[in-house]
């Protein structure tokens, strides 16, 4: 059975930093652009960021640029963010994500497979 697991959630402070990881098991994803998504109570699912498969492209959304850095270890099968200067407004359950593709992408309809989340929560 393919699944994503993704861990590192939890409280950060305001200001702080927080590193989430995506582990993928029954499967590897080295040929598959990887992203990260998230989603507040009462909205819909956004893309955060996207890497592709040998981690020299990547796509942000504007308002995490120069603040999150997405990563990848094809050994490990494993996908990183880092966040940094973490905001209230980031606060969401962010969802790992694999792509059809190789490249990155910010269309939702374009990941085949989905972790199932993990909680961050930004305190002031």
């Known amino acids: 059975q393919v699944q994503l697991v993704e861990s590192g959630g939890g409280l950060v402070q305001a200001g702080g930093s927080l590193r989430l990881s995506c582990a993928a098991a029954?499967?590897?994803?080295?040929?598959?652009?990887m992203g990260w998504f998230r989603q507040t109570p009462g909205k819909e699912r956004e893309f955060v960021a996207s890497?592709?498969?040998?981690?020299?492209?990547?796509l942000y959304r504007e308002d995490v640029k120069g603040r999150f850095t997405i990563s990848r270890d094809n050994a490990e099968n494993t996908m990183y963010l880092q966040m940094g200067n973490v905001k209230p407004e980031d606060a969401a359950v962010y969802y790992c994500?694999?792509?059809?593709?190789?490249?990155?992408?910010?269309?939702?309809?374009?990941?085949?497979?989905w972790g199932q989340g993990t909680q961050v929560t930004v305190t002031t």
């Open positions: 890497i592709s498969v040998n981690g020299e492209r990547t």
């Open positions: 994500a694999a792509a059809r593709g190789r490249l990155p992408t910010f269309h939702s309809n374009q990941y085949t497979h």
């Open positions: 029954g499967r590897r994803f080295s040929n598959n652009a």
